[in-house]
C-alpha cells in the first residue's frame, strides 16, 4: 500500500509539474505578444486623410476603381488599426495531406504597415504549437514552439523574411481595405481589364503583388511570382478570398487560402475565416 501511495504520489507530482510547465509557456509567450502588440500601437502614426474620397481613386486603373467602388463608401473613415480572430486548417505535412486545426488572433497597423499573427495549433494529440508571424518596425519575425516553451522554428530580421512578411500585410489588406489607397503608400498599375499590380514600400523593403478582381470588382486571388519559402527557395505564391460581407461598413472576405506553388503544382498551406475583426478608424 505504501509503495501504491509513493507511485500516486510521484504522478501526482509530475503532473503538477508538467501543468506548471504549460502554464508558464503559455503566459511568457502571450506576455510577448502583449509588448509587442504594445510596440506596434506606439509606433502608430495618424493617417493623411480622416476619411475615404471617391476623388481619389479616379486616376487608378479600371479594376481598381471598381474594387474600391465596390468595398466602400464615400466618406468611409480610414482605417489605422484592426484586431480579428481567425480559425481554421493549416498544413502539418509537405508530403501528405495531413492538415491540423488553428485558432489564431491578428493584429494589425496601416501606418507604418505591421501585424502580429498569433496561432495555436493542434500539431499532434495532446500537443499545441504556438506560433507567431509577424512584420514590425521593418522587420519580420517567424516562430514556432510546442507549448510555447520547446523552439521548432525560428526566423527573424533577414531581408528575405521582411519582404515575405510585408508581401503577406499587402496581400492580408483586403481585410483592411483602406490601406489599398494611394494615402496609404500603395502604388497602382495597369495589368488588363480585371488585373492590377499594387506596389508597396516601408523602408527599405519594397514588395509587389498581382490582385485578381471578380465580376463583382471584388479582390479574387492575389499572386506573386516568387516569394522565399525558406533562406534558399523562391516559389510562386498565391492565396484567394471569397465569402465577402458587410462589416462596419466596409466589405471583407470572411474566408481565404494560400497556398505556393510548386513544379508539381500548388501545395495549399493554410484556409481559414475570421470569426470576429474589430477597426479603429481615423474619423
Do not use: C
Not at 4 to 24: D, E, I, M, P
Not at 122 to 141: E, F, I, L
Not at 176 to 196: H, K, Q, R
Not at 232 to 258: D, H, K, M, N
Request: proline share 6%; no cysteine.
Amino acid at each position: 500500500m505504501n509503495k501504491r501511495l509513493a507511485a500516486l504520489g510521484g504522478l501526482a507530482t509530475l503532473a503538477a509539474g508538467v501543468s506548471g510547465a504549460l502554464a508558464y509557456g503559455a503566459s511568457r509567450w502571450q506576455g510577448e505578444t502583449r509588448k509587442l502588440r504594445a510596440r506596434m500601437d506606439a509606433a502608430r502614426l495618424p493617417a493623411k486623410t480622416g476619411r475615404y474620397g471617391e476623388r481619389e481613386v479616379e486616376s487608378l486603373p479600371a479594376p481598381v476603381r471598381r474594387y474600391f467602388r465596390a468595398v466602400l463608401r464615400d466618406g468611409q473613415p480610414m482605417i489605422t488599426a484592426a484586431r480579428f480572430s481567425q480559425e481554421g486548417q493549416f498544413r502539418l505535412s509537405e508530403t501528405e495531406e495531413k492538415w491540423g486545426p488553428f485558432q489564431a488572433t491578428h493584429a494589425v497597423t496601416v501606418k507604418p504597415p505591421a501585424f502580429d499573427w498569433d496561432a495555436r495549433i493542434a500539431w499532434a494529440p495532446g500537443v499545441k504549437v504556438y506560433v507567431r508571424d509577424a512584420y514590425a518596425a521593418g522587420s519580420g519575425t517567424l516562430r514556432a514552439a510546442a507549448f510555447g516553451l520547446v523552439p521548432l522554428a525560428g526566423q527573424h530580421g533577414t531581408p528575405e523574411l521582411a519582404e515575405g512578411e510585408l508581401m503577406r500585410y499587402l496581400a492580408e489588406a483586403a481585410w483592411y481595405p483602406t490601406a489599398l489607397l494611394p494615402g496609404s503608400g500603395v502604388e497602382w498599375a495597369a495589368i488588363d481589364d480585371s488585373t492590377a499590380r499594387a506596389s508597396l514600400a516601408d523602408g527599405a523593403t519594397r514588395v509587389a503583388l498581382d490582385f485578381h478582381f471578380d465580376a463583382e470588382g471584388l479582390i479574387a486571388s492575389v499572386r506573386s511570382p516568387g516569394r522565399h519559402k525558406d533562406a534558399r527557395t523562391v516559389l510562386p505564391w498565391q492565396g484567394r478570398f471569397r465569402g465577402y460581407e458587410l462589416r462596419s461598413g466596409v466589405r471583407i472576405p470572411l474566408e481565404a487560402e494560400v497556398e505556393w506553388v510548386t513544379p508539381t503544382g500548388p501545395q495549399p498551406y493554410w484556409r481559414g475565416r475570421v470569426t470576429g475583426i474589430a477597426y479603429e478608424t481615423a474619423g
